[in-house]
């Protein structure tokens, strides 16, 4: 399958402040539209660095990074590389802008100068897509912290990005939430949005196509989540905790026996 390419990295360094060690060291990596990407590495290790640098919310010390046909140095392109690729991050809150659910939907795609049909047409499909047509009118912060991360992903859903960069949006949520999230973003993703999703939970990094692992701001893996997550002795030595039924799984598929099921959908049932 030929891919076209919507996120372009090359020989990316950056550092935050002059004279001290780079937080990212010589980074190339491209992702395909459509692609659902989950990134993995220790605390501190660059992570949210690099996907900033995917919408242009920071810019290349050395090296580039393009955004469809856009170079984010460009910044006569910040809106349209904006549009393209939407960004979430794990505190919700720090997101909403409306006084009820709809208007904070509604809020992306009115600034975009729409059509009010057309607005109310996205505002009403993305509420739809993350569940939360029946909460409409509520006022957002009495959402449950899940209802708020399923908001934030409806407000960008509703500017009708081609990519959905999200940095580890259920740190904080419960199970059941986590969950939810996880299944909204596999729905995005089956609707043809890509995805970028740091996340801490390697059940979460089991749901993408392709696992990156960073480690002090280096790619050290790029590979499918199989190949990645069964490298357990390494992920632990990196400082990554795969749960107890991951490494039960990959131990069982180690020795021959293949459970047929997505590792998420098991650990999520007991
Ligand atoms: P991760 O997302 O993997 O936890 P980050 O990208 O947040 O890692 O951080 C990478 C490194 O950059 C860390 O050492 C962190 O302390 C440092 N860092 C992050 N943000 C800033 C900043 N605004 N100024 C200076 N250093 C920063």
Redesign the pocket.
């Given at each position: 399958m030929i891919m076209k390419t919507m996120i372009r990295v090359h020989n990316l360094t950056y550092t935050?402040?002059k004279g001290?060690p780079p937080?990212l060291k010589d980074i190339n990596l491209q992702i395909g539209e459509g692609e659902y990407i989950a990134i993995i590495?220790?605390?501190?290790?660059?992570?949210?660095?690099?996907i900033r640098h995917f919408n242009a919310l920071l810019l290349p010390s050395a090296g580039e990074v393009q955004v469809g046909e856009f170079n984010t140095r460009e910044t006569k392109h910040l809106r349209e590389i904006r549009r393209k690729v939407g960004m979430a991050f794990q505190n919700a809150d720090n997101q909403i802008v409306g006084m009820s659910v709809e208007e904070d939907v509604a809020f992306g795609p009115g600034n975009l100068g729409l059509p009010s049909a057309e607005v109310r047409r996205r505002v009403d499909q993305a509420l739809a897509t993350a569940g939360l047509t029946e909460l409409r009118t509520r006022p957002p912060h009495t959402l449950s912290g899940g209802q708020k991360q399923r908001l934030a992903l409806a407000g960008l859903l509703a500017m009708e990005p081609e990519f959905i960069v999200l940095?580890e949006p259920t740190a904080s949520l419960d199970p059941e939430s986590k969950k939810k999230v996880s299944q909204l973003l596999k729905t995005l993703n089956s609707q043809g949005i890509g995805i970028v999703h740091?996340t801490h939970s390697m059940d979460e990094a089991t749901l993408a196509d392709r696992v990156l692992v960073?480690d002090q701001?280096e790619l050290v893996a790029d590979g499918n989540p199989r190949d990645i997550l069964s490298r357990v002795d390494w992920l632990k030595s990196l400082g990554l905790a795969p749960t107890y039924i991951t490494e039960l799984m990959w131990r069982l598929h180690q020795a021959g026996i293949d459970v047929n099921t997505s590792i998420f959908t098991i650990d999520s049932a007991v």
């Open positions: 935050y402040e001290r937080v590495g220790p605390n501190g290790c660059g992570k949210t660095t690099l940095d740091v960073l701001g």
